[in-house]
């Protein structure tokens, strides 16, 4: 069983459609804006002030609204006052199911009732699966790190869906980047995904409309991004002074090859609004 | 004339390329060349003679530590600033001891960049 987030449990148990989901995500979206755009909206930021605080948030595991104190542009009043709005403003997605008339009220409780069961069991099992593996804690390192960037890089969430147990597992994610690590014990991480997710993951890495993006240049992003995941896991897994060799990421391979490949290796499934993803750990 | 100062990227990657022109526009820099590796970024600094280079660590063919030392054999001035999400420290210590300028982080923080850049342009 995967842990995965609640439209997609209803969308797979058949008990909403596509549509119905989209047009709840659309509704989400418009109801929870940014820190930043409600600023904007209030005359607080300009675009390009909620822009360089944006970026910041890329590299630093901070909130938008600390960062955008500390460089002066809000103060602790005007922090307060937006995020009082938009705590004010903010729907959960049941909640908009339920005005959509997508759902009643008491559909929604069972329905959350066996997500909230099926998202424990999912942990518990691949807890079970990744803390009894030899690479607990380069997967560990791996998981969240990726929970934790994803908002920054692409402006989405991501969490821990499944073990996946084997390479064959793995061949659901034609497209992938993997980055090698030569050192006293060699390592590499890898990012595996279907052609549609790596577009979206890219557009989204890089800022730009799908149309100025080809299948290239998004399997080079994956790349880019596989470098920062395992810049951060190199950091939780080898000390400050330790010798090593990184590698350019690979992306011509299937990972599902180069797990088959590997003597010791590991794939967790994660789940995104952006797409499903793999993450693949080897030593 | 631009009197914007003007940077030669070097990365091997086609999207970090774009995201780092972006962001060094907006920082008020302008890109005047691109290379994808250490060979390349060479060739377009002799050609290019920018006021920087930022040049990637881990390249295919012709690494970014390459890429510095041929850049200073041609001009001990060059202002090379490293960018990499993967060097381990001793690779970033051999490379200001080659004579690298500074280093910067992947993912890259722009007011970082901005500050580091105006300094080693200072």
Do not use: W
Not at chain 1, 232 to 239: E, F, P, T, W
Request: charged share 25%; aromatic share 4%; proline share 4%.
């Amino acid at each position: 069983m995967a842990a995965k987030f609640f439209g997609q449990f209803l969308l797979e148990k058949g008990v909403i459609s596509a549509q119905q989901l989209l047009d709840a995500l659309d509704a989400q979206r418009a109801s929870n804006p940014t820190l930043g755009e409600l600023a904007q909206q209030r005359g607080l930021l300009t675009a390009a002030q909620a822009k360089r605080v944006n970026e910041r948030q890329r590299v630093e595991d901070r909130r938008f609204g600390d960062i955008a104190e500390d460089m002066g542009l809000l103060d602790s009043t005007q922090l307060g006052e937006l995020l009082a709005a938009q705590k004010a403003q903010r729907k959960l997605f049941g909640e908009i199911l339920v005005e959509q008339h997508t759902l009643d009220s008491a559909r929604l409780e069972t329905e959350l009732a066996a997500h909230r069961q099926e998202q424990e069991d999912a942990a518990r099992a691949l807890g079970e699966t990744v803390s009894a593996h030899p690479l607990s804690d380069l997967a560990a390192s791996a998981i969240n790190t990726s929970v934790r960037l994803f908002p920054r890089l692409f402006g989405s969430q991501c969490q821990p869906a499944q073990a996946l147990d084997s390479a064959q597992a793995l061949a659901a994610y034609p497209v992938g980047a993997l980055v090698r690590i030569e050192a006293d014990q060699p390592m590499a991480v890898g990012l595996a995904c279907t052609a549609d997710t790596a577009m979206r993951l890219a557009t989204a890495f890089l800022s730009i409309p799908q149309e100025k993006c080809d299948d290239e240049l998004a399997l080079d992003a994956l790349g880019e991004v596989v470098n920062v995941l395992m810049g951060y896991v190199v950091r939780d897994a080898l000390s400050d002074d330790a010798q090593y060799r990184a590698f350019p990421p690979e992306t011509r391979t299937p990972l599902a090859q180069a797990m088959g490949a590997s003597p010791c290796a590991l794939a967790i499934g994660m789940s995104s609004q952006l797409g499903d993803f793999a993450l693949l750990v080897c030593r | 004339m631009s009197t914007r100062p003007t940077v030669l990227l070097c990365d091997d990657s086609r999207a970090l390329r774009m995201l780092a022109t972006q962001q060094l526009t907006d920082a008020g820099f302008e890109v005047v060349g691109e290379a994808g590796n250490g060979r390349q970024a060479i060739e377009r600094y002799r050609e290019l003679s920018p006021d920087l280079v930022l040049m990637d660590l881990v390249m295919p063919e012709c690494d970014g530590k390459q890429g510095l030392s041929g850049i200073l054999a041609a001009d001990p001035e060059a202002r090379v600033v490293i960018l990499s999400s993967l060097g381990a420290q001793s690779d970033i210590e051999e490379c200001l001891r080659l004579g690298a300028k500074s280093y910067l982080q992947k993912p890259i923080d722009p007011a970082d960049m901005e500050r580091i850049l105006l300094g080693v342009l200072a």
